[in-house]
């Protein structure tokens, strides 16, 4: 028979590096290709892989029988199964984590625990049946497992605390945990061959909650939606869509309409500066080369226009196009946009969206049915087929930074895989971060600018507000300086709408102890508690703690208690006080508990119903609302003493984007920033809204104490519940770097600056590296080393190219 394909190399999502060989089972012959999963047998478990080789070299030693094929088509192409090769390599990742991460359908292979009784416990279950004591949680699960082998998450819908109980018969012996991956089947969905589509908000009409829920979801969900793939993300929906249908609130039509009903928008014709740039992209699109631009333009300077055309242009040729768009920035009103452009061929990818529904996206990219997809950071992993432009949109921004393993940067992975494409790359910023910056001053990528506002707007005008001044004055610790009182209240007068930035949440940063100085801490991690005043608790912001609102120090008993620090929280109330008659809407993560959430601040804002924005910095992304004439920071210091060597860059992309919030309509804007640094190059340089120069300041920093882009630098992140442990760990392999190898230079171990998280310590080595490849080479010394000692795999967290070392 054919021997040819009689084997298959997977890779699977264990921390080892190697793949591993399995016999594949005459039936699957000749249908398994690489990049489809398959389920293997792994130890006691079953686990999914992604196939990375077929062949007919049998192994040396045994090798166990692949179980079941998921996929007829590979889920990654060998386009991206390159990609994850690369990823794995340079960021230094295991690749079948990579891969898993990779692929969007992955959420349906689900891991978890079954529970079945043992032989004991089935004696013990049958006693309690004719028992007469009163059931207590224990024997309720006892009794439940008789039944069947069940999950921990059904067993607690049933009986309150169910965990404990099976922790108690584990231990008695009567009960057994198996580690299983149950299938969740994709294509569940019915066949209810409907499509489902917004149409408007139901006003004063008062809805069922189903209804209500379905209605916001499609809101901001803009396009039209299979009904039965709705299911899934909202209970009831087929209901209440025939429901709304009735009152006219959605639209209901059969799958697979005629033809496209979105009407597509005439663009804007494009202003002279904006021409240049897209003539210089157009170009690149139709060379069908890799060319990677920065496209850099000053807030309201119109980037968007231009992806636009750039995408037909790339759809004009008969190719694909992606754009990535910043976690909190893709918002309905941004999908819209493309909506409104490019009808049904644009797929939205987001993380917020369920399964089921990116799932079913995922197949309309894969298809080429949409041939436009707009995403955020893991839709770098989109199978577009047939790419010919990708656009980063806030190149600078954060969160394209995963803060897990695989640790890549969605930009960086963006570049590489236009590289491999053959596609153009445009990385859009007013601010962007200083690699990107370096990268086209040294031409690697070519540099567009955008230096004006739309139909020559004013930039905004700047003002810096010296805090330290204003108290020698008011001899008050005032949260709002007069002069920002006054403008407030300018903008009340004349219907204008004012946004206020603090980057802090809660009511007070931290409570201490006027007797004995004491801070309150998180009892898993060595920062101080926030103070939430409406909920009365205090709050840990990274491990999400809470505890009750103290009134005694809990080291000296002292009732003396100092709440200090401001926080939105705080800033709104004072706002209600200073301005009894505005309406004010506050936007952080406490406001905001989704997405669906958010946008309605937004838009509810946008529409005029209310004065004040006062938010932390997702209000400063990317919003436009033309009748905000005020931004007010109300203190520009929070991040600047942060120990980290992006608390300057960071602090001048946030200050001068939030003034690019102001005055983006007809009427101009101004800012105000208050601070106690007026003389610091960040907030000087933002005030300017002069990125030149902020750069060349931060780039002499930079070079300075090498610090990227002037080295290759990575953390080297130890940590473990037992501190003697981490600490010994990270000792270790500094010894092994001590000296340090030639071209590097090594901070380090030292405590990381957050010593204790989530009940982890933490110790931390920086590598700064003259060479990616010294670096690399270092860091895989540094994981065989982990390997061959048999650590945890978690005990050892490598970040390449950190975007901050906290
Ligand atoms: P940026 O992303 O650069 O901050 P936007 O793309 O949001 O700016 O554009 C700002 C505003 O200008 C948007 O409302 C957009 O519709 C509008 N706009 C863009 N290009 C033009 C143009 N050529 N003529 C008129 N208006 C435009
Ligand atoms: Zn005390
Ligand atoms: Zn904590």
């Not at 404990?164 to 061959?193: C, M, N, T, Y």
């Not at 790419?387 to 969605?410: A, C, F, W």
């Not at 009750?548 to 939105?568: A, D, R, W």
């Amino acid at each position: 028979m054919n021997e040819s394909c009689a084997y298959a190399d997977i890779s699977l999502p264990v921390p080892l590096e190697q793949a591993f060989t399995y016999r594949l089972p005459e039936t699957l012959r000749h249908r398994v290709r690489p990049g489809c999963r398959l389920l293997v047998p792994f130890g006691p478990r079953k686990l999914t892989g992604f196939v990375l080789r077929v062949h007919g070299d049998a192994p040396a030693t045994g090798t166990r029988e692949a179980l079941r094929l998921l996929d007829e088509e590979p889920v990654l192409d060998a386009h991206l199964l390159a990609l994850g090769q690369w990823i794995a390599s340079y960021y230094c990742a295991p690749l079948g984590e990579v891969l898993r991460g990779m692929a969007p359908l992955a959420g349906e292979v689900r891991r978890g625990k079954i529970y079945s009784l043992t032989d004991a416990g089935r004696d013990a279950a049958r006693q309690f049946v004719t028992s007469t004591e009163p059931e207590d949680k224990v024997v309720r699960v006892l009794k439940l497992l008789e039944t069947r082998p069940l999950t921990a998450t059904w067993l607690t819908k049933k009986v309150e605390k169910a965990t404990d109980a099976l922790r108690s018969l584990e231990k008695r012996g009567f009960v057994q945990v198996e580690d299983v991956e149950a299938e969740r089947d994709p294509l569940r969905a019915s066949a209810a061959r409907l499509r489902v589509e917004f149409i408007a908000r139901p006003g004063e009409l008062k809805l069922p909650k189903a209804e209500r829920e379905l209605l916001s979801y499609l809101e901001l969900h803009p396009g039209d939606h299979n009904l039965a793939a709705l299911e899934e993300a909202v209970k009831h929906a087929s209901q209440a869509a025939r429901a709304l249908a009735r009152k006219n609130l959605v639209s209901l039509r059969p799958e697979n309409p005629a033809s496209g009903s979105e009407q597509i928008r005439a663009p804007h014709l494009l202003n002279p500066h904006q021409q240049q740039a897209f003539d210089r992209i157009h170009a690149a699109i139709q060379a069908r080369e890799f060319r990677p631009f920065l496209l850099q333009g000053v807030t309201g300077s119109g980037k968007t226009e231009i992806y636009l055309r750039a995408i037909e242009t790339a759809l004009a040729i008969g190719r694909s196009a992606l754009l990535l768009v910043p976690e909190i920035a893709l918002t309905p009103a941004v999908a819209g946009q493309f909506f409104h452009r490019f009808g049904d061929r644009v797929a939205i990818l987001h993380s917020a969206f369920h399964d089921a529904e990116r799932a079913e996206q995922w197949r309309r990219v894969r298809s080429g049915d949409a041939g436009v997809v707009v995403a955020t950071r893991s839709g770098v992993f989109a199978p577009v087929q047939n790419l010919g432009l990708i656009v980063v949109d806030e190149e600078h921004d954060n969160s394209y930074k995963q803060q897990e393993t695989p640790r890549y940067h969605g930009r960086d992975v963006a570049v590489v895989r236009a590289q491999a494409a053959g596609a153009c790359v445009v990385l859009g910023s007013a601010t962007p971060s200083l690699e990107t910056r370096y990268n086209s001053e040294r031409g690697k990528y070519a540099l567009l600018e955008l230096p004006e506002r739309i139909e020559k707007r004013p930039m905004p005008e700047v003002e810096l507000i010296d805090m330290r001044a204003e108290f020698l004055d008011t001899r008050k610790q005032a949260t709002f300086s007069r002069h920002l009182v006054d403008a407030i209240n300018e903008r009340l007068k004349n219907g204008e709408q004012t946004m206020l930035l603090l980057n802090r949440r809660g009511f007070s940063s931290f409570v201490t102890c006027r007797s004995c100085g004491e801070r309150l801490q998180c009892v898993n991690c060595s920062v101080t508690l926030t103070y939430h005043r409406r909920d009365r608790r205090m709050l840990c912001h990274y491990c999400e703690y809470a505890e009750k609102v103290p009134t005694h120090c809990p080291h000296c008993q002292s009732e003396h208690l100092q709440f200090v620090g401001t926080g939105s929280e705080r800033v709104e109330e004072e706002l209600h006080r200073h301005f009894a008659t505005a309406r004010i809407a506050r936007m952080d993560r406490d406001t905001v508990s989704g997405k669906r959430h958010f946008e309605s601040i937004l838009s509810e804002f946008r529409a005029g119903n209310f004065d004040i924005l006062v938010g932390t910095q997702m209000i400063a992304k990317g919003h436009d609302i033309p009748n905000v004439t005020l931004v007010g920071v109300v203190s520009a210091d929070v991040g600047l003493g942060m120990p980290d060597f992006r608390a300057a860059e960071r602090t001048f992309q946030l200050l001068t984007q939030a003034a690019g919030r102001a005055g983006r309509g007809d009427l101009p804007g101004i800012v105000l920033i208050q601070t106690i640094n007026p003389e610091h190059y960040a907030i000087r340089c933002a005030a300017a809204q002069d990125y030149r120069m902020f750069y060349e300041k931060e780039l002499q920093f930079r070079r300075l104490l090498r610090y990227p882009p002037f080295s290759a630098l990575a953390s080297v992140l130890v940590r473990d519940d037992k501190q003697e442990e981490a600490l010994r760990r990270s000792t270790e392999l500094g010894r092994l770097l001590d000296p340090a190898p030639e071209g590097l230079k090594i901070l380090g171990p030292a405590e990381a600056q957050v010593p204790r998280l989530k009940a982890e310590y933490r110790y931390q080595l920086l590598i700064k590296a003259t060479s990616r490849k010294r670096l690399n080479d270092t860091l895989n010394e540094l994981r065989r080393f982990a390997a061959d000692r048999k650590w945890n795999p978690a005990t050892l967290v490598i970040d390449v190219d950190p975007v901050t070392l906290l």
